[in-house]
């Protein structure tokens, strides 16, 4: 049975591995090990998307403009040591994850990639989506960049931290959006930008 919240471990400062480092290691890496990650890794992961960095003004770990927070995140698990197959939503506030629906969805979700279907070795999917009226509403017309901006910069973020753990990952732009809304239940007004899929790389 899938866990209706789970509350994700505290989220580390510190790394043996130097900024420098990740930025040279990162490549976009498409083939995975058939292996379980841990919800430590999992935790850092979501954190380094969204995570709360400032408890006063309750900003993130990427830029917002006008520190609207358009952005969503969502993970699909796979292989996740003591955690069961299932798609979660990442609460930047709590750092939890709220649960919505179980079992593995990727090959259904290869299918809605535009059958790009190495996503389905991965151990976990980080989707980032973006609620766009969350910034438009101030910026008008130009706030549609900035969202896009945005996930640009978590998806960076990401992409570093996988490095720092040993893990691979690709952003991935090609997919249905109409499918992967429906896959993830998201909002009516909610837009799916990224795609990434994390794992040990082989
Ligand atoms: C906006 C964007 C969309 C991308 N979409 C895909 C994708 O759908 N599938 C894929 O395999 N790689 C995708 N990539 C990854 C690129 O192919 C990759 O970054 C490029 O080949 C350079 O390699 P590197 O990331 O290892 O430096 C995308 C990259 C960006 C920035």
């Not at 993970?75 to 709590?94: E, F, T």
């Not at 766009?132 to 706030?143: A, D, P």
């Not at 993830?184 to 795609?195: D, Q, T, V, W």
């Amino acid at each position: 049975m899938a866990k209706n919240e789970i509350t994700l471990p505290e989220p580390r400062r510190k790394s043996n591995v130097s900024l420098e480092e990740a930025i040279a290691k990162r490549r976009s890496i498409r083939d995975f090990k058939d292996e379980a990650i841990g919800i430590e890794e999992v935790s850092q992961l979501l954190w380094s998307a969204q995570g709360i960095t400032d408890n006063v003004n309750k900003f993130r770990t990427a830029p917002s403009a006008g520190a609207l927070y358009p952005l969503e995140v969502y993970i699909v698990i796979r292989r996740v040591k003591d955690l069961d197959p299932g798609v979660y939503k990442y609460l930047p506030h709590q750092h939890k994850l709220v649960f919505i629906k179980e079992g593995d969805i990727s090959t259904k979700l290869v299918r809605e990639a535009l059958w790009q279907d190495w996503i389905a070795k991965s151990s976990i999917i980080i989707v980032i989506s973006a609620i766009f009226e969350r910034t438009t509403v101030k910026y008008g017309k130009r706030g549609i960049q900035y969202v896009y901006m945005e996930a640009g910069h978590s998806a960076q973020n990401v992409c570093l931290q996988a490095v720092t753990l040993g893990f691979g990952t690709t952003t991935v732009g090609a997919f249905n959006d109409e499918g992967i809304k429906q896959l993830l239940n998201m909002k009516e007004e909610e837009i799916p930008i990224y795609i990434l899929p994390i794992g040990i790389p082989k």
